[in-house]
């Protein structure tokens, strides 16, 4: 039979001490309890948005990601200012860094390419555009 050594403290159990062989099978299940668990929780917050790596690649390279992902999404400048509601010139602009676009306008075409607005623009621009 194994001896477990319970260590007290103001007569209250605190401590199991278990030789160190049942501690290597016991610290496996216990690592893998606590990765189900993250996983779990991963898969609840998980809102299912996903960048693809074409996009990943183009940004890492400097093209702006308004333009990157317009184009993922096969709309033209046109069908995406419409949608947005701004002109084709205004949207020409902001894809090519001439202007930021005001918080209301990023938010219209982060809704009209359907991602998340800080797919297209960093933090500290979110800060100027307020």
Known sequence: MTRVQIIEQNGHPVF???????W?????????????????AAKKDDDGFR??????????????PVKVWREYRGLTAEALAAAAGISKAYLSQIENNKRTG???VLKSISK???V???????????????
């Not at 290597?24 to 779990?40: H, I, P």
């Not at 998340?116 to 307020?130: G, I, K, N, R, W």
């Open 102 to 104: 005001t918080l209301k």
């Open 116 to 130: 998340p607005l800080d797919m297209l623009v960093e933090d500290e621009t979110l800060q100027h555009a307020a």
């Open 51 to 64: 960048i693809p790596a074409e996009i990943i690649k183009r940004e890492l390279t400097g093209e702006p």
């Open 112 to 114: 009209a390419l359907g």
């Open 24 to 40: 290597l099978k016991v610290r496996k299940s216990a690592e893998d309890a606590e990765d189900v668990a993250l996983y779990d």
């Open 16 to 22: 199991a001490v278990v030789p160190f062989d049942i």
